[in-house]
């Protein structure tokens, strides 16, 4: 059986959609799942019946399809079509094989993949936590289930078309497993230095030009989730080995999409070829850019530039080293024009009035910053600070208690104090005059007796409101006898 290449299968699908498409357009046989005229569809319909036929070894694809869609009745569905087609490219071709050859070489990759992990679950060096090892063990578990699928396929078919088949298999599997083996180790290699998105955008080429069916790829770092066609699995798995990549696992996704997620931390960087015209350019823009430095004309040197492009590429060098190549004779032209960079200019001189204005604020920032930096030491500083952001000066006025009785007592500032600091039957003390007093508990004390009293006997005076309580009742007490009250 030919293998089938996917680009073979493309144009012969275009050449072959172009003839048929304005007989099926908008026929039952164009119809998406939601009743459109899809020609996409039809396209995939073509496609599946060329690569069966390329399968089967099908002599002249192109004719043999163009004469049996000829037959194709666009009223009825593809899945009819499909199955009248079929059994006609069965007669048509040669026997199908029990594996294709991109499934050998993913089985060859599955047994790989459960050595390696058999060798991590068995080794101390991994230091695998609870969570990986669970989550390697299940991984296992999946790719024997797949490995004896793929071959118990393989198994049956023989034995019931050609029985030897299944012996030579497995005498060949283990030798083909291991040449497969190699083959990977030797392309799995250190990424070099390129950027992440550079990276990506290199593996993500390589696999969607080998596996046109990989639709897209989400990545986190360098680990990707690819949506693909599911007949497309196993030439996936094949570009992914091929690549160096570790499937970490397959989801089924909304038919006939599947997900994958693959880890190419360890992968290889496939090298983005050039074309002769690309590569050229390049090369011309290094050996002008030079030039242009200089002062020189690059156009003057087209000459020079085409003979020696023309040498390295009969050389048959790779790119970087034509490019180093050429930037040195670009770099030897240049050499007697290129001049030494001037010096740098020397800073402008400052002046006098600037320089004094800005010690001065240098002065006036250093000096707020340690004003800002103090702290109280001491609990007569500590008091110090209290009197000055929240005590006022002890004042007296004349007062009219709320039994209309007029005394010399605290203003309203004092006041305020007073009843930010003392319990109420204090504050009561200062509202009243004398001889309402007599009524509270102490109220017959004198105004400095009581705030003593307040002070060693009752504790109800903070240390910092003590001196100036005792002021305070020192100026009631000589107000309330001058002449006069």
């Known amino acids: 059986m030919p293998k089938v290449d996917w680009r073979t299968v493309r144009d012969i699908t275009n050449s072959l959609f172009e003839a048929k498409w304005p007989d099926f357009k908008c026929k039952p046989i164009s119809k998406d799942r939601r009743g459109r005229c899809n020609p996409v569809v039809v396209w995939n319909f073509i496609a599946q019946l060329v690569r069966e036929a390329l399968e089967r070894g099908v002599e002249d694809v192109e004719s043999t399809l163009e004469s049996l869609l000829d037959e194709v009745d666009p009223e009825l569905s593809r899945g009819e079509n499909y199955t009248k087609l079929s059994t006609a490219l069965a007669a048509l071709g040669k026997e199908k094989k029990p594996i294709s050859e991109a499934e050998a070489d993913y089985v060859a990759y599955i047994d790989m993949e459960i050595t390696q992990i058999e060798e991590a679950l068995e080794s101390e060096e991994y230091n695998l936590t609870p969570e990986e090892r669970k989550k390697l063990e299940e991984e296992l578990e999946r790719l024997k289930e797949e490995r004896e699928r793929l071959l118990g396929k393989a198994k049956k078919k023989a034995r019931e078309e050609i029985p030897k088949k299944v012996e030579e298999k497995r005498e060949e599997k283990p030798e083909r497993a291991e040449e497969f083996k190699e083959r990977l180790e030797k392309k799995v290699e250190a990424l070099p230095e390129i950027p992440l998105e550079e990276v990506r955008h290199r593996i993500w080429s390589y696999i969607k030009t080998r596996v046109p069916r990989a639709y897209r790829a989400d990545w986190r770092d360098l680990r990707a989730r690819i949506s693909y066609h599911r007949e497309a699995e196993a030439d996936l798995m094949r570009v992914v080995g091929e690549l160096g990549g570790v499937v970490v696992s397959v989801v089924e996704a909304r038919p006939p999409l599947k997900v994958m997620d693959v880890d190419f931390s360890r992968a290889r960087v496939p090298e983005v070829p050039l074309t002769p015209e690309v590569e050229k350019a390049l090369l011309w823009t290094e050996f002008s850019a030079i030039l242009s430095i200089a002062g020189l004309k690059p156009e003057e040197y087209r000459e020079v530039f085409e003979h020696i ?85 002890p004042r007296v006025m004349l007062r009219v208690d709320e039994n209309g009785h007029p005394y010399i007592g605290p203003d309203e500032k004092s006041m305020t104090v007073i009843r930010a600091y003392l319990d109420r039957y204090a504050v009561k003390y200062f509202e009243l005059c004398p ?31 003590q001196d100036w309580l005792r002021r305070l009742a020192a100026l009631i007490e000589e107000a309330s006898r001058a002449p006069g009250v």
């Open 309 to 393: 492009y023309s040498r390295l590429t009969a050389e048959k060098l790779p790119f970087d080293e034509k490019k180093k190549r050429i930037e040195d004779e670009a770099r030897f032209i240049a050499g007697p024009h290129l001049a030494p960079p001037p010096p740098p200019p020397p800073p402008p001189a400052i002046p006098k009035e600037v320089l004094d204005k800005l010690e001065s604020l240098e002065r006036a920032v250093r000096e707020l910053r340690e004003a800002a930096a103090w702290r109280p030491k001491s609990s007569e500083e500590l008091r110090m600070v209290i009197e000055a952001t929240v005590l006022t000066e």
């Open 435 to 465: 001889v309402c007093r007599y009524t509270l508990p102490g109220g017959a004390l004198g105004p400095r007796d009581f705030v003593e009293h307040l002070i060693t006997k009752e504790a109800a005076v903070p240390p910092f409101l």
